[in-house]
């Protein structure tokens, strides 16, 4: 082959993407509003050219299920698992096999349309593909070519994905996080982008490996459907499974406890079991040493933390760790040292002269925090039992565990981020993170990520210099 022949140009790589995502229905609001009634004749045997497209079923409900796709006169005329994994992957719903009508009915758009109003008006006329994606490759050469690459942005949706257009285009992405991830606002600054989403640190596939999972809001039976079958082999492998939420949902009857909750109020219970894994020294003292932000150095005058030098509050980015170091106070020297020093062994309480200044760590503002929100506290505010928040606390930081968050309920709370780092402090108490059988995050959906093994404090060093003292960041272990 010539080099010539393995060229592609810009056009004709949209547009190859763009015909196969149309025949999956992937490209969603593209179309026409016209009948779908010719889209359904039957074809004709002797006439018909088919085909067979593998592809996966889309993000949304998070099973990411292999399809075969049998395509005939470049229509999509049914849908069957792909073959090309283990059996046991093999999976696909009744929803997923009826893609056919859902592409093809009446309520959906067919073909592109071009505007020929003003905006807002509804005049739309129909066009080919060919005319639409040349009008929209022309478009992205002129603005870029005009303003640079940067004034793309490619926003995705949940049925819409297409992680690598950025990349061909040298297009921006829209890293907007929206009420979709509410707990992950609060989650994600502390493990890390993504830790709201438990790919980033573990899959149900390995809750076979857990002592516990504690559903928290998560009606996984009925929300990943293609992946029910890894909570009840987490069940018969002796995984204990545990639901807190305010309905008796699926998952719920088929745990092993139901726990009722007062809707909203998922970081009170959090903070309740965190209390109870301070008071009874339940945490994981060589993980939050070494892989959370704990130990650092706070200035008890100013409540900022500890850095190098301070940060310009002009800078477009914060400074990393790496860059603008934290302080530890180094029990070996009995001096402020850089936490990223391999032969500091730092302290994880107390005050000590820095400086000049008085200085104290963030495991000890957080101790000091945490005495109002007793089991009890958390009790009248959740109104889960204050025996049952120290059963489970203890459940949990005896790990190997996973906490399982969920979509749609405290998610689409006012408070969900303060939910998420409450949850985040309670994985860097018990170090329930970045190893077999222990995770956190929303667990739908099946997907194989690779393990969580940066070498950084991935909260400190994405942190600003007046981040809460008390907050608790989470480092992945070194792998």
């Known amino acids: 082959m010539t080099t010539d022949e393995m060229s592609v140009t810009r056009r004709g790589f949209v547009k190859g993407t763009a015909v196969a995502g149309a025949g999956l229905a992937m490209l969603g609001a593209a179309g026409a509003m016209t009948s779908a009634d010719g889209w359904l004749v039957p074809a004709h045997a002797e006439t018909a050219e088919e085909y067979t497209a593998f592809t996966y079923h889309q993000s949304h409900c998070g099973g990411m299920c292999p399809l075969a796709c049998t395509v005939r006169d ?28 859902h592409i093809y009915g009446d309520h959906r758009v067919q073909t ?82 993504g830790g709201g989403y438990a790919m980033a640190t573990c899959e149900a596939r390995d809750w076979v490996n857990s002592k516990l999972v504690l559903n928290v809001g998560s009606n996984f039976l009925e929300s990943s459907l293609p992946n029910v079958r890894l909570f009840f082999e987490a069940k018969e492998a002796g995984t204990r499974m545990v639901t807190v939420d305010p309905h008796f949902s699926t998952t719920a009857g088929k745990s092993d406890q139901w726990v009722p909750i007062t809707p909203g109020t998922d970081a009170a219970f959090f903070l309740g079991m965190a209390s109870v894994i301070l008071d009874e020294q339940l945490y994981d003292e060589d993980f939050v040493l070494n892989h959370t932000s704990l130990p650092f150095l706070v200035d008890v005058a100013t409540g900022k933390l500890v850095r190098d030098h301070a940060e310009d509050p002009d800078a477009e980015e914060p400074e990393t760790g790496e860059q603008n170091p934290f302080f530890v106070w180094d029990t070996a020297t009995n001096a402020k040292a850089a936490y990223d ?32 929100y007793t089991p009890e506290w958390a009790e009248s505010v959740s109104g889960v039992p204050a025996a049952t928040i120290r059963q489970l606390a203890r459940e949990y930081a005896e790990g190997p565990a996973c906490l399982a968050l969920g979509w749609g309920g405290n998610d689409k709370m006012g408070n969900a981020d303060i939910a998420g780092h409450a949850a985040a402090t309670l994985v860097a108490l018990t170090g329930n993170v970045g190893k077999v059988g222990a995770g956190v995050g929303v667990f739908v959906g099946g997907k194989l990520q690779r393990p969580c093994g940066h070498a950084g404090r991935l909260g400190a060093s994405r942190g600003h210099d007046g981040r809460h003292a008390g907050d608790a960041a989470v480092r992945c272990p070194r792998g």
């Not at 994905?161 to 707990?183: R, T, Y």
């Not at 391999?342 to 000590?352: C, I, M, Q, R, W």
Request: aromatic share 6%; proline share 4%.
């Open 74 to 101: 470049g229509r999509m005329v049914s849908v069957q698992p792909n073959h090309c994994c283990d059996d046991r992957y093999e999976t696909i719903c009744v929803k997923g096999i009826s893609e056919v009508q």
């Open 112 to 193: 592109p349309l071009r505007r020929t109003g003003e905006r807002g008006a509804g005049e739309f006329e129909p066009i080919s593909w060919d005319e639409a994606l040349d009008e929209v490759c022309d478009k992205l050469k002129e603005l870029q070519g005009k303003y640079g690459n940067d004034c793309v942005v490619i926003s995705t949706g949940a049925e819409a994905n297409f992680p690598w257009l950025a990349a061909v285009l040298g297009a921006q992405v829209d890293a907007s996080s929206g009420i979709d991830v509410g707990i992950g606002n609060g989650l994600d600054p502390a493990i890390g982008f």
């Open 341 to 372: 020093v391999a032969a500091v062994k730092p302290a994880l309480e107390g005050t000590f002269d820095v400086d000049g200044a008085s200085c104290t760590t963030v495991f000890s503002l957080l101790k000091q925090k945490q005495v109002e």
